[in-house]
C-alpha cells in the first residue's frame, strides 16, 4: 500500500505562482492538489484531457469555457478536454481543490 500525506509532498512550480502537490501521478491518471490562497488565480488554461475538479475546503469560482459557478467544499466539477478553464479565489479564505486527470495527459497544458 502506498500512502501520500498532501503536506509531505513537495510543492511543484509550475506558470501559476500558487500551491501545488502531485499526490498521483501513473500512466493512466494523475491527480495534484492546489490551494489558492486570497485573491490567487490561475491563469486560463487548456488541457488535452478530461478533467475533475473536487472541493476539498473553503469557496471559490471555477471557470470553464464561458460559464463561472461559485463552488463549495464537498462539490465535484467535470471539465472537458481542450475547453478552457481556471480556478479563482476571490474571497478571504483558503481554496483547496483536488484536480485529477484521466487519462493522465501525453501532450502540454496550453496557457492562454
Do not use: C, W
Request: net charge neutral; glycine share 6%.
Amino acid at each position: 500500500m502506498k500512502v501520500v500525506e498532501m503536506k509531505s509532498s513537495p510543492e511543484k512550480p509550475n506558470p501559476h505562482n500558487v500551491s501545488v502537490r502531485t499526490l498521483y501521478d501513473t500512466e493512466h491518471a494523475q491527480a495534484v492538489h492546489i490551494e489558492l490562497k486570497p485573491g490567487e488565480t490561475l491563469k486560463k488554461h487548456i488541457t488535452p484531457t478530461d478533467v475533475f475538479f473536487y472541493i476539498l475546503e473553503g469557496k471559490g469560482i471555477v471557470e470553464i469555457g464561458d460559464e463561472q459557478q461559485e463552488v463549495i467544499r464537498d462539490t465535484l466539477i467535470e471539465s472537458p478536454a481542450k475547453v478552457p478553464h481556471r480556478l479563482l479565489n476571490p474571497g478571504d479564505g483558503v481554496f483547496r481543490v483536488l484536480v485529477v486527470k484521466v487519462p493522465r495527459q501525453t501532450e502540454s497544458t496550453r496557457l492562454l
